[in-house]
């Protein structure tokens, strides 16, 4: 899949709330169509990755859970290079890893898990519990990739936009799951117009050019390039003032056609009751409710 609709994607987000306080409604509202996120629709949509029985965890969340957790020295010698280490607190607790210290291969998952499965503003570092998930598909445990990718969906769209340091105009956030999400609304028949391109694969070229510490002649060894920004609301990388005011009219219009319907059943629940001579109540006729 080259491109995405950005307008859908949007409007998916606009509309990822919960219906009522306190409730995980993992559920949004796009073109007249609810469209589930839960870990068992994405199971569902990306041909059931994990199977797992009724109230089973996989590796890594068992792991997560131990009072133990991960072993940090392990995770290092991993994921870092030689002679390289977590960045620690000033009272020597390990809280990431930053890019210049990771191996080929490390670099190379990074890129993965930031453009497919949590999505990150930056790529510059790996905090502690996005290490251990790499450390985790680096050793082979069974990952729930489609309750990681639920959650960060449900956290996303809770999140407020964040400025841009130099033009408070724009934003700086990554669009989180931006082909996941066209292609799960395909799939529940929201008609999409994919015109946004997507980043390119990472390939070989990818990770030479990205993920390869250079050498510098008798000095020491170098950062690479840095990989270009995750997928983003315009190629630019912003989400502009523009396209920031669309978003808000594709929330009404979405929250209208919302109105709409919830109008149209209480109409012909008034009718409903006056054919069958019992009480009803005023309700204004559609034209009247549209007008």
Known sequence: MAKFDPDIVLEFYANAWPTEEGVQDLRSWVRDQWIPFDADALSRFLGYPLVLEEGQECEYGQRRN????????????LLCIPGQDFARTAAGRRVRIMRTNMTTLTQTWMTLLLSNILPSDHNYYLPLPNCQLVYAIRTRMSVHVAQLIADAIYLFAGMPPTRHPLDPDKSNRALGFPALIMGLCQSFGVPVTPSKVIRLPITR???EKYCMPRQAQGGDPQAPD???PLHQADPAGSFDTERYLRHLVHQQVANHRAHVQTHDCLYQLSLSLQSQGLASFP???PDQFRA
């Open 226 to 228: 840095a990989p270009p």
């Open 205 to 207: 070229a990818f990770i």
């Open 66 to 77: 131990w009072a133990v957790g991960f072993d940090e020295e392990a995770i290092a010698q």
């Open 283 to 285: 309700c204004p006729t």
